[in-house]
């Protein structure tokens, strides 16, 4: 079976350091996503990782562990407008995403 | 360099009606995904197309939905007779390639309202 799971929601303080994680068990792997949607818009890439490890993009990081299933999503200096929707996504051996339910995070002042 | 295109963004139809939702790829990309998106619910794959062929399409609802990906031309997901359960966000992505490290890139959506 397929099976993505996220938090549902999450707050944090403006400035601070967040982690979104994310646990999959899937038949096929070929590359896990982040996405970022914000209400009533498209998701926008944020990373991608095949490699076991981190990838760094400016203030967004993204890790991943095979063996474990396990992928998270850091953002640091959080500003206001990284309040948004964080979507994990789970490529298939077929090319399709299986996402999971999204990560409603909230930034406070 | 436009992203990928979609239209109409916001579409009413009342029960029983056909909706046709059209997508464009961005500029040298073959390959295209629909994804569902319901009300307080994920994104949920419905089909895969390249040009003329549907490669997967094991999200498809098995009636009143079909899509094709003609030679030239956009992408269009049709819904026929369409209910209230079809209410959703219809996003289409695209990619250069179908596997490998391509992303998928997702255009705004067609917000399908049934009343």
């Known amino acids: 079976g397929q099976n993505i799971d996220q938090p549902t929601e999450m707050t944090a303080t403006e400035g601070a350091i967040v982690q979104i994680n994310c646990t999959y068990q899937t038949s096929g792997f070929n590359g896990l996503f982040w996405y970022q949607q914000h209400a009533g818009e498209a998701p926008t890439f944020l990373s991608y990782?095949?490699?076991?490890g981190l990838e760094e993009k400016g203030r967004f990081s993204s890790f991943l562990s095979r063996s474990k299933g396990y992928s998270y999503l850091l953002l640091k200096e959080l500003q206001m407008k990284d309040s948004a929707s964080y979507l994990c996504a789970v490529r298939s051996n077929t090319g399709k995403l299986i996402f999971g339910q999204g990560t409603t995070l909230q930034v406070k002042p | 360099n436009a992203g990928v295109m979609q239209n109409p963004r916001h579409l009413v139809r009342r029960r029983g009606q056909e909706a046709r939702l059209r997508c464009s790829p961005m500029?040298?990309?073959?390959?295209v995904y629909w994804y569902r998106q319901l009300p307080e619910e994920g994104l949920k794959f419905m089909v895969y197309l390249q040009k003329e062929n549907i490669i997967d399409e094991s999200g498809m609802p098995k009636e009143r939905f079909s899509a094709e990906f003609p030679k030239e031309g956009p992408s269009i997901l049709r819904i026929q007779q369409v209910v209230r359960g079809d209410s959703a966000a219809y996003f289409c992505?695209?990619?250069?390639?179908?596997?490998?490290?391509?992303?998928?890139?997702f255009g705004p959506g067609t917000r399908l309202t049934v009343l």
């Open positions: 990782n095949v490699l076991d």
């Open positions: 500029k040298g990309h073959s390959h």
């Open positions: 992505a695209s990619s250069r390639a179908g596997v490998g490290t391509d992303t998928q890139y």
